[in-house]
């Protein structure tokens, strides 16, 4: 089967920077995203790594090691809007489709 | 440009009664996806339209859902009769072309009582 584990809950403080790690043990791999969820709303694209290494959009950066199965998701300079979960997901091997298989999800709660 | 819309954004019927989830996708989107989150779990794939195709249905739980995607435009995933087990959250997704990212609607809150 396809695990994804990501941690339930995190919190944080305004100006602070947390990272939510996610780890993922799937029967082949070609891609990760991560997204945003506030509640009630739609998932909000976040980022996409394919290949190792760091990729950075403005505050938040994404890290993906495929040898490791390992990513997590960076927000900097933390704002209290960034309160939300966050969901990891990866794509299988393109034989399979191309559904997305999420983690549970991270909470994030971001405190003044 | 529009988003990724579904109808209703909540509905709440009885046990075996008939329910319609509509999914309007971003205009020009091929790919469209139906997903859901069932209560302290996490989101699970259901289906995906290639136009008007069904790509891959793997994901659907059992024969009392009913997806279409009549005309390669909206989809409408219909749940008969429903069950307890059903409530959740379903979202749709869609995307430009196969690989390229999903753009998701708020999803629709389904209660079954």
């Known amino acids: 089967g396809q695990n994804i584990d990501q941690p339930t809950e995190m919190t944080a403080t305004e100006g602070a920077i947390v990272q939510i790690n996610c780890t993922y043990q799937?029967?082949?791999?070609?891609?990760l995203f991560w997204y945003q969820q506030h509640a009630g709303e739609a998932p909000t694209f976040l980022s996409y790594?394919?290949?190792?290494g760091l990729e950075e959009k403005g505050r938040f950066s994404s890290f993906l090691s495929r040898s490791k199965g390992y990513s997590y998701l960076l927000l900097k300079e933390l704002q209290m809007k960034d309160s939300a979960s966050y969901l990891c997901?990866?794509?299988?091997?393109?034989?399979?489709?191309?559904?997305?298989?999420f983690g549970g999800g991270t909470r994030v709660l971001v405190k003044p | 440009e529009a988003g990724v819309t579904q109808f209703p954004s909540h509905s709440v019927i009885e046990k075996g009664q008939t329910v319609t989830l509509r999914c309007d996708p971003i205009?020009?989107?091929?790919?469209l996806y139906w997903y859901r989150r069932v209560m302290g779990k996490e989101i699970k794939f259901l289906l995906h339209?290639?136009?008007?195709?069904?790509?891959?249905e793997s994901g659907m739980p059992n024969n009392r859902f009913l997806a279409e995607r009549t005309g390669g435009t909206y989809s409408t995933l219909k749940v008969q009769p429903a069950e307890l087990e059903d409530s959740g959250v379903y979202f749709c997704?869609?995307?430009?072309?196969?690989?390229?990212?999903?753009?998701f609607g708020p999803g629709t809150r389904l209660l079954v009582l």
């Open positions: 790594n394919v290949l190792d």
């Open positions: 997704a869609s995307s430009l072309s196969l690989g390229e990212t999903q753009y």
């Open positions: 205009s020009g989107h091929d790919n």
């Open positions: 997901a990866v794509i299988l091997r393109w034989a399979a489709g191309n559904k997305l298989t």
């Open positions: 799937t029967s082949g791999f070609n891609g």
């Open positions: 339209f290639v136009k008007e195709s069904k790509q891959d």
